[in-house]
Nanobody, 116 residues
Framework: QVQLVESGGGLVQPGGSLRLSCAAS????????MSWYRQVAGKERELVAS????????NSADSVKGRFTISRDNVKNTVYLEMTSLKPEDTAVYYC?????????WGQGTKVTVSS
């Protein structure tokens, strides 16, 4: 069974940094592209960044470009999101996603709160 488990969220001050992790299992991780999305209560879930199976970044939201970096470790079956220069508007639940065999799978999400 496909499983995605996010971790690393928490409270951070504006200008701070945070590293999110998504541990994947139940499928051949190295063959699939992965994505990070985020969602604020009452708003649509939005794409933050994507990465191909070989490690090439394919997407990055304009609001986080230059501040966030997506990466992956195909040995650890983990995708990361390095976040720097965090702003209050980055506050959201961050989700890991994979599209495999015609189905989209989501993790449970990890909450990031940026506040002083």
């Amino acid at each position: 069974q496909v499983q995605l488990v996010e971790s690393g969220g928490g409270l951070v001050q504006p200008g701070g940094s945070l590293r999110l992790s998504c541990a994947a299992s139940g499928f051949s991780f190295s063959w699939y592209g992965m994505s990070w999305y985020r969602q604020v209560a009452g708003k649509e879930r939005e794409l933050v960044a994507s990465i191909t199976s070989s490690g090439a970044v394919t997407n990055s939201a304009d609001s986080v470009k230059g501040r966030f970096t997506i990466s992956r470790d195909n040995v650890k079956n983990t995708v990361y999101l390095e976040m720097t220069s965090l702003k209050p508007e980055d506050t959201a639940v961050y989700y890991c996603k994979v599209f495999r065999a015609g189905t989209t799978y989501w993790g449970q999400g990890t909450k990031v709160t940026v506040s002083s």
